[in-house]
């Protein structure tokens, strides 16, 4: 086991097994220094804890779990990535992020709930888990997901 995953176990973490795909795609692709991968959802043993639009009113999944979905997620991208590189600590920067949040339309946290990503990575790598961001609120997601994560990330 790399440093990177112990990391993750030391963190109190598993990194799960990679989700196959659900389409015509492939987890996570890799071209010169950078790899990209697909967007992920927060799979657990092949499904989601919880579907739904994310917001404060009853009948909406809560934020704060939807923060610990989009960790979930940056793990699942975590484990396609190492799909292709066949080790984490080939990984040398999370160069951006992309959230994108199943939103109730009156809720505008979705940088929020993608934080849960951003923390997870940042603890994970450090400085090199610093990166670029967007977060996005959207209508719908696959699987009528609250949460998905996609990654770019540079290695050697």
Do not use: W
């Not at 790598?125 to 959207?138: L, Q, T, Y």
Request: charged share 20%; net charge negative; hydrophobic share 45%.
């Amino acid at each position: 086991m790399g440093a990177v995953e112990s990391r993750i176990e030391e963190l109190g973490l598993v990194l799960p097994e990679l989700v196959a795909p659900l389409a015509a795609y492939v987890p996570a692709v890799a071209t010169g220094n950078l790899l990209y991968t697909s967007g992920q959802l927060p799979m657990r043993s092949g499904q989601l804890p919880e579907t739904g639009k994310v917001g404060e009113r009853d009948g909406l999944v809560d934020p704060a779990r939807a923060k610990e979905y989009a960790a979930t997620c940056a793990l699942n991208a975590l484990a396609a990535a190492k799909s292709v590189l066949g080790d984490l600590d080939r990984i040398t920067r999370v160069v951006k992020l992309v959230g994108f949040v199943a939103s109730d339309p009156d809720f505008t946290g979705a940088p929020g709930v993608v934080n849960g990503a951003s923390e997870l990575l940042g603890r994970i790598f450090d400085d090199a888990g610093s990166h670029a961001r967007s977060a996005i609120g959207v209508a719908v997601l696959p699987l009528d997901s609250p949460v998905e994560v996609e990654l770019i990330l540079e290695f050697s």
